[in-house]
């Protein structure tokens, strides 16, 4: 039993939804949900897909092409041919609450033709995740700007320090074929 709870408390804290969804007879369970998702959806678990639909629709922050690309995502009429060759897919998508999730079918069973038939719905809290991976992403775009710059300094000091090379050997050619002083000579060759 405490097994169990920690298991639930696990995945509570892991998942803002998690609902195993029979697609053959589009009915589902709960396996956790946020309380106020959990009311959401209501007592009855029968229309899954168009449960599903109809919270996500509530849920997903109205962002123009994003909003329509997840609720594309959420087209249960396409998923079976999307999943065709996959364990899961995933989608990101911006919250009415204010972050990041991450909404998520992942295989659970399929029927013997091949077609899904069980499949795991999470979502999940991604703000972190994404706030750190931004972090990241910032990081890297700085070192390669920084590294950019390296290199077109160097490139620009390479020219800058070639060009007066360039004319003092030109100079000192001229010194060792026309000088007679030995002495100059042999500067020159040090040269």
């Not at 997903?60 to 079976?80: C, E, H, P, W, Y």
């Not at 390669?144 to 050619?173: C, W, Y």
Request: aromatic share 8%; hydrophobic share 40%.
């Amino acid at each position: 039993k405490a097994e169990s709870l920690a298991k639930s408390q696990f995945l509570a804290s892991m998942y803002l939804s998690l609902h195993e969804i029979d697609l053959n007879e589009d009915v589902f369970s709960e396996i956790t949900s946020r309380r106020d998702i959990a009311e959401e959806i209501g007592s009855s678990f029968t229309n899954a897909r168009a449960t599903v639909r109809r919270v996500m629709e509530e849920r997903v922050a109205n962002q123009g092409q994003s909003r329509k690309d997840f609720m594309d995502f959420i087209n249960f009429d396409t998923l079976n041919e999307r999943m065709k060759d996959k364990i899961t897919i995933a989608q990101e998508f911006y919250s009415v609450m204010g972050y990041w999730c991450r909404a998520r079918f992942i295989l659970m069973d399929r029927n013997e033709d091949g077609s899904l038939h069980h499949v795991l719905w999470a979502v999940e809290n991604i703000a972190a995740e994404r706030a750190e991976r931004e972090r990241l992403e910032g990081e890297v775009a700085k070192s390669v700007a920084a590294s950019q710059a390296k290199s077109a300094f160097l490139a620009n000091m390479s020219h800058e320090i070639r060009t007066p090379i360039n004319a003092v050997l030109g100079m000192d050619e001229m010194i060792l074929r026309e000088c007679q002083d030995k002495d100059i000579l042999g500067y020159a060759a040090k040269i």
